[in-house]
């Protein structure tokens, strides 16, 4: 499975931003997507995930504020990220895998850049 993310800016505190992750391949092996996110100096960490029936699960960090939806028709995941903070500044991954679980042993993306400034 192929993974493209798209949508990743510099954004002012407060703002909002639409993530993208386009899957191609062998993509009948999907079932769950996610979001995990690195800092700089930081380990790389889940943000949210989706199963293929639409259970989700996000960090506290972010709860109330990024939402994760999918586009099974598309093969699209998306993240909506509001009220951004600058601690949400990170290159931001797209993940898929089998299951929740197994996202993390499955197949990432290169990463897209989200900037919020102070």
């Known amino acids: 499975v192929q993974l493209l993310e798209s949508g990743g800016s510099l954004v002012q505190s407060g703002g909002s931003l639409r993530l993208s992750c386009a899957a191609s391949g062998s993509i009948f092996s999907i079932a769950a997507m996610g979001w995990y996110r690195q800092a700089p100096g930081k380990e790389r960490e889940l943000v949210a995930v989706?199963?293929?029936?639409?259970?989700?699960y996000y960090a506290d960090s972010v709860k109330g504020r990024f939402t994760i939806s999918r586009d099974n028709a598309k093969n699209t995941l998306y993240l909506q990220m509001n009220s951004l903070k600058p601690w949400d500044t990170a290159i931001y991954y797209c993940?898929?895998?089998?299951?929740?679980?197994?996202?993390?042993?499955?197949?990432w993306g290169q990463g897209t850049q989200v900037t919020v400034s102070s």
């Open positions: 989706i199963s293929s029936g639409g259970s989700t």
């Open positions: 993940a898929a895998g089998g299951t929740i679980a197994t996202i993390r042993k499955g197949s």
